[in-house]
T-cell receptor
Framework: DTEVTQTPKHLVMGMTNKKSLKCEQH?????MYWYKQKAKKPPELMFV???????INESVPSRFSPECPNSSLLNLHLHALQPEDSALYLC????????????FGNGTRLTVT | QKEVEQNSGPLSVPEGAIASLNCTYS??????FFWYRQYSGKSPELIMS????GDKEDGRFTAQLNKASQYVSLLIRDSQPSDSATYLC??????????????FGQGTELSVKP
């Protein structure tokens, strides 16, 4: 069982909808991540939060808005998405040091219609 | 040049054979390296981490690191059909004070034939 929990598992939304992806970890990790993965491609980094502060934004379009309410929670707010944004969205956490592996949640499969 | 490169495969080996997966990286300052396994439709699962030159063994898995050659490899001994998956090489690019930045290679698809 994964120790990083993502909800929902599946999400279908229209281009005018607003939705949120949620991620929770209880491993005491200090860094949390959002990755996007398209079929047959590797995970692609979107955002990194370190100690609840946004430390890395990989030039992600503003229609994706991350939020870290506390050290255990990470949200990704979605608005006015495009069909090409359909993908598997992965949340991960780590201790935040250079030698810390990332622990991934099971992901949210997003379809934009 | 891509930051992390892998042969995409597919790599096909018979059951019981050794599977060899390779990865090169471009940032000479990288200090930590990981191998993840990803089954179709699932999320990546950590298999091995390695930080020092040489070999690191864990059960049927051996990770090898050569920083001078900027090369990381994963050997899977006694391959089983259940090992059939995509194997992702990942390199942590500093800065550490920003939580690190884990970059993945394209992944190698491994197929173990019974």
């Amino acid at each position: 069982d994964t120790e990083v929990t993502q909800t929902p598992k599946h999400l279908v939304m229209g281009m005018t909808n607003k939705k949120s992806l949620k991620c929770e970890q209880h491993m005491g990790h200090r860094a949390m991540y959002w990755y996007k993965q398209k079929a047959k491609k590797p995970p692609e980094l979107m955002f990194v939060y370190s100690y609840e502060k946004l430390s890395i934004n990989e030039s992600v379009p503003s229609r994706f808005s991350p939020e870290c309410p506390n050290s255990s929670l990470l949200n990704l707010h979605l608005h006015a998405l495009q069909p090409e944004d359909s993908a598997l969205y992965l949340c991960a956490s780590s201790q935040g040091t250079y030698n810390s592996p990332l622990h991934f949640g099971n992901g949210t499969r997003l379809t934009v219609t | 040049q891509k930051e992390v490169e892998q042969n995409s495969g597919p790599l096909s080996v018979p059951e019981g054979a050794i599977a060899s997966l390779n990865c090169t990286y471009s940032d000479r300052g990288s200090q930590s390296f990981f191998w993840y396994r990803q089954y179709s439709g699932k999320s990546p699962e950590l298999i091995m981490s390695i930080y020092s030159n040489g070999d690191k063994e864990d059960g049927r898995f051996t990770a090898q690191l050569n920083k001078a050659s900027q090369y990381v490899s994963l050997l899977i001994r006694d391959s089983q059909p259940s090992d059939s998956a995509t194997y992702l090489c990942a390199v942590n690019i500093l800065p550490e004070n920003q939580g690190g930045k884990l970059i993945f290679g394209q992944g190698t698809e491994l197929s173990v034939k019974p």
